[in-house]
């Protein structure tokens, strides 16, 4: 990791850079697929999955036996964890609820908004190395909470046709019951435009790598909302003299180990850690199955040593960390000052690892320093706030001559002419 | 307006098909002009306010004394009615401040959300032939209340180098000093880059052209979150045997007035009103000062007659339009079965002017179909919900385990080591 040592303000942009994603190269090859899913259906997702995943798909859909199966054949301690994640994440996600009161803002004039959910979303989960199946969790939970009609869940399948049982069980577990073994574009594709299959849905969350992410700009831009734009995982952590360096050695490691371009940030008011905190990351790192990726990462992580905490929260908003680890005495007071993260994480005992698996909180975040303008996934990205008003005729009157004159000023007298005609009817 | 008699459902994607919006083929102009702008900061924009706006800029940014005149100028009818929308729409996006509420999901671990204001906001006002202050109400309010540090707004200028007194008067009020005469593209590529005269700002809100509309979605690919995609305006009306015509086809005329390419529907359960509408709609229409603009947006438009309020609903739904005005004697109940819709507007005395201007609900709404994964714009719209967690030693002895399992199973070691090595410890 790079040490810097109290660097000037002027040097910070630079510091802070994150490495340029351009998915623009990709557009051609990804828009082709798009289209060619968006013609063909089911046809061309199997072409491509047998291309890219190699496997030959009959039934695109988990079975119910195939959901049984997996509920037998997964580690009863991993069950076991899956249930209280799930517990956590619901008990947080379902204080997210609102009940829409209504506001008179004139005698007669009521005006309230009402959470709906949105008919029908589709959950994306990466393949690959690993099964996600705490994304499912994340993106699951809220979508049954909110009352969302239809959910499709798509993830690609092993050379076999097969589906981790930790994927199925999870989404059994959270009630999804309609799972695809279709990755990649035209997973996204077969859930932007629907399938013979796939229904066709409004709106598509999940990671991916950069084709998924490049997809899911393309559908975007076509009129499918997404969850968020992406980027590559990051994490800042802000520590004093009071912080453990075993602990924040660890976490930064936890977020190295994600991928060579993932972001490591250490920033910290007492130099004296410094050295400490470094030893410990080569100790640990050593030990690491995924050593040799969290050490490319770490090529590109800094260490930046700054006066106090003040500038150190300066630095930090301006960097809008989607994870920021708050290792300091006064861990809750700087929390007042953040302004832009995705999800803070206060005190000693407060890993990023709780919040990525089983706290409650999603670990759904905005990456790239979009946590500047963007939240994470909650309940309201599973819902549209609707507003609604009713006017008594008494009502009307008293809003009536305020609504004629701002119509006729902005020179829609036909919007003025629909309050005047109310107000002259006898 | 053409009619239709109990339609297929099969015939209903044609029947609600919209004007297609392409922005493709602008997308190398704007794109150049976004760049200029980026590179050559001030210069640019007033090299293209003398271009398309036909006025030389001196000063950029509007000065206090032109505040002080636009309030000494401007109509006192007007001033009140701006100041009486003010105090509703006030009213109603207060009611959206959420208090953080701290979840304990296990002994020791304790989650919350808190709303934080986007720091530096953008506001686009279009010029054109009327001065649209009623959206700074509905952009630069919730903005204020939400907490927005820096909130800029641009709007061009007449040939004059003069903005119209009402839109000074209505951002004074609102509490916006920072206004900057710029227009069309120029505006946003200043908002999006900053230059030596505008501050960059992390999301841009606001109503525009094509050609804005082109220049918001791609800033946003670039990494400025944006209000929402736009499209043209659009009201759907239900309407049964208790609608009142003439109010119906007022209705219809003020979204009509918008532009030749705005959408009108109205879908009801009752035959015998539609003659006596489509009377009403010609009448009121003769009397129009935009009879020609809402005559042409007519010729696009349709009534359609279903065989219940079901079904009629199930039709709205599809079509998900930006207001929904339900003149219907059961509209409570009906306002229940809305899943898709903007703003509804509920009873023979809430038309859609109401909500335009002064009721206190927002009138940046989603148009297009995106009712069906979006909202209007609201509070929300202006803050990010950053999530936090603060785990005890004791919490993360709760959940360690948890935590520990989920994270071998997904291959991922270094977060499992973040969780032993502080259970470890000493």
């Given at each position: 990791m790079l040490v810097y040592k109290y660097p000037e303000r002027t040097s910070w942009p630079s510091l802070l850079q994150r490495p340029v994603m351009d998915t623009a190269a990709l557009e051609t090859n990804v828009g082709n697929i798009l289209a060619d899913v968006k013609q063909n259906g089911d046809a061309a997702v199997r072409k491509y999955a047998q291309q890219f995943d190699k496997v030959q798909l009959q039934m695109l859909e988990v079975t119910s036996a195939e959901f049984i199966h997996a509920a037998a054949v997964l580690d009863a301690d991993l069950k076991k964890a899956i249930l209280q994640a799930k517990q956590n994440i619901e008990l947080f996600h379902k204080a997210q609820q609102e009940a829409g009161k209504i506001i008179e803002t004139m005698p007669g004039v009521q005006c309230w908004r009402k959470p709906v959910a949105i008919e029908k979303v589709g959950l994306y989960i990466p393949g690959g190395s690993?099964?996600?199946?705490s994304t499912i969790l994340m993106l699951g939970i809220p979508a049954m909470i909110a009352g969302c009609k239809e959910i499709v869940l798509c993830t690609p399948s092993n050379a076999a046709g097969e589906v981790h049982p930790a994927v199925l069980f999870a989404a059994e577990q959270v009630g999804l019951d309609r799972v695809f073994k279709i990755g990649g574009v035209q997973a996204i594709a077969a859930m932007a435009y629907g399938t013979e299959s796939v229904p066709k849905v409004h709106k598509i969350f999940g990671p991916g790598n950069q084709y998924v992410t490049c997809a899911k700009q393309l559908v975007n831009k076509s009129g499918v909302a997404i969850d968020m734009p992406a980027g590559p995982s990051e994490v800042a952590v802000l520590a004093d003299e009071t912080c453990i360096p075993s602990f924040v050695a660890a976490d930064l490691l936890s977020q190295a180990e994600h991928g060579p371009d993932s972001q490591v940030l250490l920033v910290t008011t007492a130099g004296e850690i410094i050295e400490e905190v470094q030893k410990e990351v080569a100790a640990q790192l050593a030990l690491l199955p995924r050593k040799d990726i969290a050490a490319q990462a770490l090529e590109n992580s800094r260490i930046i040593l700054v006066k106090d905490t003040e500038e150190a929260m300066a630095l930090l908003n301006a960097y809008a960390p989607e994870h920021l680890i708050v290792a300091c005495k006064d861990d809750i007071g700087i929390a007042d000052a953040v302004i832009n993260a995705g999800s803070v994480f206060l005190g000693n005992y407060s890993p990023e690892s709780a919040g990525d698996y089983a706290s409650g909180t999603n670990h759904t975040l905005p990456t790239n320093g979009y946590a500047t303008a963007y939240s994470g996934v909650s309940l309201d990205s599973f819902v549209k706030k609707i507003t609604f008003q009713r006017l008594t005729k008494e009502g009307l009157q008293q809003i009536g001559a305020t609504i004629e004159t701002m119509a006729a000023a902005e020179g829609l007298d036909a919007h003025k002419n629909a309050v005047t005609i109310r107000l002259k009817y006898k």
């Open positions: 690993a099964p996600l199946f």
